[in-house]
């Protein structure tokens, strides 16, 4: 009072429920007297704008406004009638109590199972660390109980998570009804922050020009960057009150920043209410400077209408800025008013769209549709097709309708967006191309789509992504799943892009360091309360304490939370921690209701060929257990399994550009080279793969059996577009960069081309092929015996040393009627790929007609172009009623000489010395084979002749007895004798070893890459397993011997663990597989609770066993089976090997797989 300082606190805003954001309490700034005080005309310049009415943009960049939203929970009698209050506390300040009247969702507010959302505008309180809830326990129901409450500023980018799951209620829990609430920091949700906008809309001076129409905006920045759409009005109250004939609404939003230049906005409105025409004048947006020392006014003018009814019957528009005028603070305190044009501003362009229906039964529709198009300079946003410019019937079978979009000029098109609303009777739209010109610079796009829009056909979708013909960037956009983005992450695109400047929802995938990706299966337990609607995480540690970043487990299209039971698989990329020591498992639940029991978790790790299986049956719970929601589990502890190294690999297929060519079929690759085969893989077609002249690069992981020679693709002929034109395909090696390239140029298709629905590619590596073709001619000869004719379809699959043929059926014989007693039917293969010399031989049918009993003789292969023939003698029955019961047999080619087991041979040795140290000392070794252990190889230094030098490589031969496969060896490093050692310690590093079986010619690669230090004696040395074996087709044929397998299936105890399906199995081996063959013996009921059952199956030898598939044709009254484990025995050595599996085969249960892969544990 001494001074007589006067402070004036503005505020021109309501406190009412009904008004504004419905808070009944403000905080107040103060500000200058200038403001407030009436000025003079002179002082203000003759203007009629009130100074209080700039103060708006400032204030409410001091201030924050929090969104509050609550959930009430579900238990009974949860919802309260009592008057609640909140605060928010700062690390700076606090709110008060506050009232929450004004439910933006809700009239009746916290119901039971309800959501609310309040507003709380304050001024800055530092960082939120704590929200304090409670009520007045006033009403005829004031118990509460609260779920959660959630707390978002859009200012400061941040929306964070307090959990609840308490009552607050006199007579529940401890009678408590104010609660202080923590956040739960793994729930914390960052993002870009906003910045206040002062939004300014002029209606103008002419008649019926207002409107009672909600008006949106939208902001756009330059590179494409926008806000998202805000209605300006919050209430029908609203509506009425503002854009009123020659009138001026301001309104004051937080939106996102689109940097410092504003290229446009698009305006539009809702077209309701009773006078939903609107004629705007023009716009002003007012922010602030990024120091904020002052402000800029852009002004985008319109002078349009916005209405159905007037001029072209558009209720959008797309406004550019004309001027800027900006006011600016000077550092002596004067304020600078600048006014400037906007230096080239984008075009208002007419885009002409033509859209082309197809003329196919059915192709038209009387539905609402609507159109996105989308260029380099931004977006038109979703536009309503309503009049065609040259038809009164849109959208009919045959026909193109024309459309005119205004907009600002959006560059390069180079996307599309289609949809329709589904109304009226005949809602189904095929869509053969749409074209798209800009009527100013004459430039012209051309979708191709081929698609329908249609719940009803392909894959029951009513919105379409389409791309232009020419364009061949970044298709991320059609990512709608995590495992999307985590395959982009995996690319090579992502290589050079500096991690830090990626935004968007990429930026959540992408990580420093080489990221390899990583398959993790939970499963849930059973116990009444296991589940959890909680966002789980893993954190992979390996060696040293190496630890990954922490990844989260999203399910696509926002489902969250673990269902009491299930088994929820999930596809990620992480940081490369090496071999796992330990990994770690929690989720972002916080309160009591979001306990958690982990029954098991399985991760695998296709690049290292290991599968990790943890029992684990513990809560993650707060209120259960040890109270913890994360824990970290050994894989000491773990069950391991060997799955097979995989090697990442980048493919692009290429679609041609013919009518019809995409598909909608599924697609299935078999991948061949030196060093083996892959298993049939389906390739995902991911909504918009595989679509006419388009090309689609994604991840594969490919067993390491490069260099490859050729490529195998099918299709199942399914689906509303079974055909497909494919042209090529690329594959590239993501470790090395190696390219294979394979040409087709054809359809698959039983109607068009060479009518097949598979064909066969060779490689072609650095322009050579690395297969010959040829022609083979099949002679099947029916035995003399009474019966063995058959009527069924015969199929034959020939094994050799550059692979299989696939599946041949053999359809057309010279012989009207195939297969009859005593007769050779012959069959031509024109035109397929060398198999080299033949080995083996697979022959079944399909037990179809009168008679399908076989009784086969003998079985001639010949290669036309080699002029060799293959013989295969059978001489045994192909059927279910006669001898063993099989319709599957494998032959082994006669023309192979099967030898005797070798006793003695001699094996080359290839050691690398690496970079890291040489030596001048001996080094010695030992072989581990599968049948014996070497003797000690002892490799001599010598001053004369220098071995283990730095980077070179050095090669000895030993004689040896036979040890069969190698698996592993020990290497020494060991003084030379009387040589002096010194004190310090002296290493060679060995790089690798190469062992070569010169009998056979197989090949064993070991990856050491150690450091080995010199020792006096043997005792010191170092394991290496086999890293990589080549087998040599010389050595296949030796093992290719007829072989029994004992197959034992143990069903599971739980109750209806039992089966009435038919079982199949396929027993994969290291000399190839079974087939898939049945599992089915005459008068029993199989594969009971608690049942053993044996089974005999006979092949040709599989060498060591990889792998059982075990899967069943869902067919009976009871389908879904518990299996406890798989058990095969060679009978021809008694080695047994028992395959785990202690999981359903059940449509209904875990996963809802009915075919599992089952693998030896390790």
Not at 433 to 451: A, H, P, S, Y
Not at 588 to 596: K, N, R, T
Not at 809 to 833: G, I
């Amino acid at each position: 009072m001494n001074n007589e300082i006067t402070y004036y606190f503005p505020c021109q805003r309501w406190l009412a429920v009904e008004e504004d954001d419905g808070q009944l309490s403000r905080e107040l700034l103060p500000v200058d007297e200038s403001y407030v005080l009436p000025q003079s005309e002179e002082g203000r310049g003759g203007g009629d704008n009130n100074p209080l009415d700039n103060l708006a943009l400032e204030q409410k960049d001091k201030s924050t406004t929090f969104s509050v939203t609550i959930k009430t929970g579900v238990k009974k009698n949860a919802g309260t009638d009592a008057n609640v209050f909140i605060t928010l506390f700062g690390t700076q300040d606090d709110t008060g109590m506050t009232l929450l009247k004004s439910s933006k969702t809700n009239s009746d507010k916290f119901e039971r199972d309800s959501i609310e959302i309040f507003t709380v505008e304050t001024l800055d309180l530092g960082d939120l660390w704590k929200v304090r809830l409670g009520h007045d326990n006033t009403g005829k129901a004031p118990g509460w109980f609260v779920d959660w409450v959630e707390v978002d500023a859009p200012s400061l980018g941040k929306c964070m998570t307090f959990p609840c799951g308490r009552w607050l209620a006199k007579n529940e829990d401890d009678g408590s009804i104010i609660r202080d609430l923590f956040h739960a920091e793994l729930q914390t949700r960052l993002y870009t922050p906003f910045v206040p906008y002062e939004i300014t809309l002029y209606t103008s001076d002419v008649f019926a020009a207002g409107t009672d129409a909600n008006i949106f905006i939208i902001i756009y920045g330059c590179d494409a960057v926008c806000t998202q759409q805000k209605y300006l009005c919050t209430n029908k109250r609203e509506q009425k009150q503002f854009f009123e004939r020659k009138s001026a609404s301001r309104f004051i939003v937080e939106l996102e920043d689109v940097g410092e230049i504003i290229e446009k906005i698009r305006i539009g409105h809702n077209n309701t209410g009773m006078n939903p025409g609107w004629h705007c004048s023009h716009v002003d947006i007012r922010r602030l400077l990024p120091d904020k020392d002052g402000a800029e006014t852009l002004t985008f003018p319109c002078d349009r209408w916005l209405a159905t009814s007037e001029d072209d019957k558009k209720t959008i528009r797309e406004l550019v800025p004309y001027d800027i005028f900006t006011e600016k603070y000077m550092k002596d305190g004067s304020l600078r008013q600048v006014y400037k044009e906007v230096e080239e501003p984008l075009d208002i362009v007419l885009y002409s769209v033509q859209i082309f229906t197809g003329n196919i039964p059915g192709a038209g529709t009387d539905a609402k549709v609507y159109i996105t198009i989308y260029g380099d300079l931004g977006d038109t946003g979703e536009r309503y097709l309503g009049k065609s410019e040259n038809r009164t019937n849109k959208f009919e079978r045959g026909t193109a309708d024309t459309f005119i979009i205004e907009a600002a000029d959006l560059g390069v098109i180079y996307k599309i967006k289609l949809r329709h609303d589904n109304s009226k009777w005949c809602a189904d739209w095929y869509v053969e191309k749409v074209e798209i010109w800009n009527d100013t610079n004459e430039d012209e796009f051309l979708f191709l789509c081929g698609r329908w829009l249609s719940l009803k056909k392909e894959d029951g979708r009513l919105e379409r992504l389409f791309y232009e013909k020419e364009y061949t960037g970044d298709r991320s956009s059609n990512c709608s799943s995590p495992a999307d983005f985590w395959e982009i992450a995996l690319s090579s695109k992502m290589a050079d892009v500096d991690i830090s400047t990626v935004t968007g929802p990429m930026a959540d995938y992408v990580q420093e360091g080489p990221i390899i990706p990583y398959y993790v299966s939970v499963t849930t337990g059973k116990h009444k309360d296991a589940a959890t609607d909680s966002r789980a995480f893993i954190f992979l540690i390996g060696e040293d304490d190496e630890r990954s970043k922490r990844i989260w487990l999203d399910y696509p299209r926002g489902k969250r939370g673990f269902s009491r039971g299930s088994v929820e698989e999930f596809y990620v990329a992480g940081l490369d921690v090496g071999i796992i020591k330990k990994i770690e498992l929690g989720h972002d639940g916080a309160s009591p209701e979001s306990c958690w029991l982990v029954e098991e978790l399985c991760l695998a790790v296709p690049t290292q060929g290991t599968k990790y299986m943890l029992n684990c049956n513990c809560w993650l719970a707060k209120d259960r257990g040890d109270g913890i929601t994360s824990r970290v589990f050994d894989l000491l502890d773990a069950m391991v399994v060997n799955i097979g190294v995989k090697v990442l690999y980048e493919m692009t297929v290429w679609t041609g550009d013919v009518v019809g060519g995409g598909t909608d079929s599924n697609i299935f690759m078999t991948l061949y080279g030196i060093n083996g085969s892959t298993e049939e893989m389906q390739l995902d077609k991911k909504k918009a793969r595989f679509e006419r002249e388009q090309n689609d690069t994604f991840i594969m992981e490919i067993l390491d059996i490069a260099p490859f020679t050729k490529m195998r693709i099918r299709i199942d002929g399914l689906g509303s577009r079974p055909e497909w034109f494919l042209e090529r395909i690329l594959l590239k090696n993501m470790n090395t960069g190696d390219l294979t390239m394979f040409y087709y140029g054809d359809w698959l298709s039983q109607r068009k081309g060479k009518k097949t629905l598979v064909c066969e590619m060779c490689a072609v590596i650095d322009e050579e092929e690395m297969m010959e073709w040829t022609s083979y001619t099949v002679a099947v000869k029916t035995s003399d015996i009474l019966g063995a004719g058959t009527d069924a379809n015969v199929f034959i699959i020939i094994f050799g040393e550059n692979g299989d043929s696939g599946t041949l059926a053999l359809k057309q014989s010279a012989n009207w009627n195939k297969f009859e007693r005593n007769n050779t039917d012959t069959f031509n293969f024109p035109d397929m790929l060398s198999l080299g010399h033949l080995c083996k031989l697979r022959v079944w049918h399909d037990n179809k007609g009168i008679f399908p009993g076989w009784h086969l003789s003998y079985v001639d292969v010949k290669d036309n172009s080699r002029d060799e023939t293959f013989h295969f003698q059978c001489d045994c029955w192909l059927s279910k009623s006669e001898g063993d019961g099989q319709t599957v047999r494998d032959f082994a080619c006669a023309n192979n000489k099967i030898c005797d087991e070798l006793e003695e041979t001699t094996y080359e040795i290839v050691i690398e010395t690496g970079n890291g140290g040489e030596t001048r000392e001996n080094v010695w070794l030992i072989l581990e084979g599968r049948k014996n252990r070497s003797k000690e190889f002892l490799m001599e230094n010598s001053s004369r002749q220098r071995a283990f030098r730095k980077g070179t490589t050095d090669t000895f031969e030993f004689d040896s007895i036979y040890l069969g496969d190698i698996a592993s060896l020990c290497v020494g490093h060991l003084a030379r004798e009387d040589r002096f050692i010194p004190k310090r310690e002296l290493a060679w590093h060995v790089k690798t070893i190469t062992i070569t079986e010169m009998e056979y010619g197989n090949v064993y690669f070991f990856n050491c890459d150690c450091l080995i230090p010199l020792k006096r004696k043997r005792k010191y040395f170092k394991v290496f397993e086999v890293t990589k074996t080549t087998e040599s087709f010389a050595s296949k044929v030796q093992s290719l011997v007829p072989v029994k397998y004992e197959v034992i299936v143990t069903t599971g105890y739980e109750p209806g663990a039992g089966t009435d399906a038919n079982v199949f199995v396929t027993i994969f081996g290291a000399n190839g597989d079974t087939g898939k063959r049945e599992l089915k013996q005459k008068m029993r009921n199989l594969f009971e609770r608690g049942s053993t059952d044996r089974f005999f199956l006979e092949t040709l030898e599989l060498g060591e066993l990889r792998k059982v598939r075990l899967e069943h044709d869902s067919s009976g009254y009871c389908s879904g089976w518990l299996v406890e484990k798989v058990e095969v025995t060679n009978t021809s050595t008694g080695v047994a090997t028992i395959f785990n599996c202690g999981r359903w085969l059940d449509k209904k249960r875990g996963d809802g797989l009915t075919w599992r892969d089952l693998f030896p544990s390790v």
